[in-house]
């Protein structure tokens, strides 16, 4: 009798580890930087799932199977913003309709900055830049409505932020067949800039913001994902302080990137960006903006130029081959780190690395 109770219990007893499992909350995210940062929070709790591949640009993507089946098995979706990936709105309101949406742009208290114009940039303009907090509650389980309030931004500005080159930059399709053209624009990177990830500042609100949410997502494990969201803001801090001191001999260090992706590390760390190769869209820079950029590296005292490493190098030494200038590779996602929770932390190092080195080399 009491075997064939044993026996009668191991179904129950083997299902408890896949109730568990359960549990954990489904965490769909955009890019990698983003990863690392849900990745701090949830802990050993689990990994989030990336739908854009380490490596491909997210401003045109078209979303494989298996990462729109991320989107639909979604419990919460963590992603910069529709300025930064115009073409995502559809599949997540259509995959991840069920699922909560938390855009990090509009996190209360974020930093946003607007696109610089033209190939060079005024220096020492911080305050001309004009930063804006967004201080509007979305709620935390919001229907994306929003979305379409941006349709006549994304007109003039947001539909096109193809600044990678990648195989999947084609006319692409969401899973309802509509097309995300990404050709035959004019890709003017004009009003905000939507690379926000890359002021620790941000980060650290952000920490807190995906913390709330896996917290009633999960309310078991709410005071884990708090403290892990504490942690992760006093590590911040830390390596802010310690990239300040790396970078303290830098504020006069001038440097022309490859598109105006930067903004935000130079405003956290007093660093100045003189100018920028590409528009945005990978495109040949024109003879004209060669011709004015070239002018600034000679007048100016530009010592670095940096390449992005989806890139030809070539470009840059097509533009820049004949100076002094230094030439190096600096990357906004963290092409070529590991994808865990130290990538954040690792993308701001390197970044800070490469303006160091253009220091020591001047």
Sequence with gaps: MNNRLARLSWPLLAAFPLVAAAEVPHVAVDIPPVYSLVAKVMGDRGDPE?????GASPHGYSLRPSEAQSLDDADLVVWVSDALTPWLSGPIDSLAGDARHLELLDVPGTTTLEYREGATFA???GDEHGHEHHDHDHGHDHDHDHDHDHDHDHDHHEHNHGDHEHHHHEDSHDESGHDHDHHGHDHSHTGMNPHAWLDPDN???WLDAIAEQLSEIDPDNAAYYRDNAAQGKEELTSLQEHIQDRLANSADTRFIVFHDAYQYFEEAFNVHAAG????GDASSPSPARIEELQTLVKDNNV???FS???FNPQMVNNVFGDTSAYIGVMDPLGVGLALDAGLYDELLEQLANEIARCTDAS
């Excluded at 990336?50 to 380490?54: E, H, K, R, T």
């Excluded at 920028?276 to 528009?279: E, T």
């Design 50 to 54: 990336l739908f854009i591949q380490p």
């Design 123 to 125: 220096l020492n303009d």
């Design 203 to 205: 980060a650290r609100r």
């Design 276 to 279: 920028a190769i590409s528009i």
């Design 303 to 305: 010592q670095c130029v």
């Design 308 to 310: 992005e490493p989806q």
